[in-house]
């Protein structure tokens, strides 16, 4: 006899972060043909696992892209990318690094700004930011701290904060319960997180 499947396993941090993102307006698909895209009409598509590295998360990957729509405004949601190039022109780098900022300034404020890193070709900009990653000049400085602003209210709030805080909770749950095993084989990102989330 077959057995009626009448739920389906889905990891709770991909779950937290679908929900923060329909809260926000934005519908999350997965695609073998793109790695991260918006239509421009509430639709974000994000590679299928078989197509991503084994660092991808699509809970960094949604949270990227909150970040960019935070830098780029509320009318950019009706812009396919966020209105955003590939060329890679000196308007489209700042915007990216603005997003990269905001990125890490959100996250270290849960003490996640490790764990949700972006794994793009951008990643060494993101690593090389300093403890305070919106201090400084430049148009992305800039940028990036008008979208701090934005991002304390509606679409984003409170939805971001939740999220956020709700995968603090269980990356630090998680780290916690490893702790209780002494495999060589648990992994390492758990123990070598940033300060604020290890265990005391």
């Known amino acids: 006899m077959t057995r009626r499947i009448r739920h389906r396993y889905q990891d709770p941090l991909d779950a937290i972060w679908i929900a923060a993102a329909r809260s926000t307006g934005l519908t999350v698909g997965r695609s073998s043909e793109v790695f991260a895209a918006t239509d ?45 190039s590939n060329a890679e022109n000196e308007e489209d780098v700042s915007r990216e690094h603005a997003g990269l900022r905001v990125q890490a300034y959100l996250a270290g404020l849960y003490g996640l700004r490790t764990f949700l890193a972006p794994t793009t070709k951008f990643r060494s900009f993101y690593d090389a930011l300093p403890q305070e990653p919106i201090e400084g000049e430049g148009s992305d400085v800039r940028l990036a701290r008008e979208g701090l602003i934005r991002a304390e209210t509606s679409p984003w709030s409170p939805h971001l904060e939740r999220a956020l805080g709700a995968t603090r909770r269980i990356v630090f749950a998680t780290r916690q319960a490893l702790l209780e095993f002494t495999s060589p084989d ?12 290890r265990p005391r």
């Open 40 to 84: 421009g009409r509430g639709e974000l598509l994000l590679g299928e696992a078989s197509t991503l590295d084994a660092d991808d998360a699509l809970a960094q990957m949604i949270f990227h892209e909150i970040c960019h729509w935070i830098v780029e405004g509320r009318g950019s949601f009706h812009s396919v990318d966020w209105g955003l």
């Open 186 to 197: 648990v992994q390492l990102l758990y123990f070598s997180e940033d300060e604020s989330l």
